[in-house]
């Protein structure tokens, strides 16, 4: 688990993301969370589900912690649509999922690692993309043989390239797909 200011970044296991792909309801009684509503977010779709499940099921351990990470909110939000109004933190309840993000797989043989991540609607604009973003950043480059990360977003995507910005990367071309940017911050000093 990674702790944040606010949340609690989970590693996606295999069971967890079977599940998922069956019933987010019972995903989140197997994190012992609340799911909101609009659950998956985003990019975070059943494609992506799938992709990190067949990942981590061909790639085993050592994949560990290279695929999917959930985002926990820790204390309870403002009501608002999406955002259950039962069972939440503050009153004996349970955290609220509020993110996904992750990477597209262990570092490459030149030390890159790409992040990814997706935020329910009903609690954007908090800060919660960029904490989860920092985290993964972070995380990867704490780690020995990561030299690089990065990531893309479209070219109309402004909050996800603030996003980025404030994680340290900085744009430096165009992305894979034609309209997105790619982002990157590198390892500093030795």
Not at 13 to 20: F, I, R, S
């Amino acid at each position: 688990m990674i702790r944040t200011a606010r949340l609690d970044l989970i590693m996606t296991t295999v069971e967890h993301l079977k599940v998922e792909l069956e019933s987010p309801a019972m995903l989140g009684e197997i994190l012992g969370v609340e799911v909101p509503v609009g659950w998956p977010p985003g990019f975070y779709d059943q494609d992506a589900m799938r992709f990190f499940l067949a990942r981590a099921l061909e790639d085993g351990e050592s994949a560990k912690g290279w695929y999917g990470w959930y985002g926990v909110l820790r204390e309870r939000p403002p009501l608002g649509d999406g955002v259950p109004k039962h069972g939440l933190l503050g009153d004996g309840g349970k955290g609220l999922l509020v993110a996904a993000g992750g990477y597209f797989g262990p570092p490459s043989a030149d030390g890159t690692v790409e992040i990814g991540y997706s935020v329910v609607g009903a609690v954007r604009g908090r800060g919660i993309a960029t904490e989860v973003a920092s985290a993964l950043v972070e995380r990867a480059l704490g780690t020995p043989g990561v030299e690089r990360v990065v990531a893309e977003a479209h070219e109309l995507n402004l909050a996800s390239w603030k996003v980025l910005e404030r994680c340290g990367l900085s744009r430096v071309g165009p992305g894979r797909e034609p309209q997105h940017v790619r982002f990157e911050r590198r390892r500093q000093g030795p």
